[in-house]
């Protein structure tokens, strides 16, 4: 999925939550986020902390992130 194509800043919870929704049909999402300039906390939580505990039978592949959105991904992969 290249979330570029649905906009450059994702901030909310909200947002993570309709991105999200339906995918959990598959087994490998690849989160392309090249040209994707900001993530918010909330954002990236949701993704890789909620969402993937209550879907672990699909794992999210973040790609092509610039270092900013990358320490938000694994700051709430430490989470």
């Known amino acids: 999925m290249k979330l570029f194509e649905i906009g450059a800043r994702f901030v909310s919870r909200s947002e993570a939550k309709r991105l999200l929704h339906g995918l959990e ?5 690849v989160l392309d986020f090249a040209r994707v300039t900001e993530v918010g ?3 990236a939580d949701e993704l890789f902390r909620v969402w993937a505990g209550a879907h672990p039978d699909t794992q999210l592949r973040p790609t092509n992130a610039v270092p900013e959105v990358r320490f938000m991904i ?3 992969l430490r989470g």
């Open 74 to 76: 694994e700051r709430a």
């Open 25 to 29: 049909r598959f087994r490998e999402v």
């Open 41 to 43: 906390q909330g954002f």
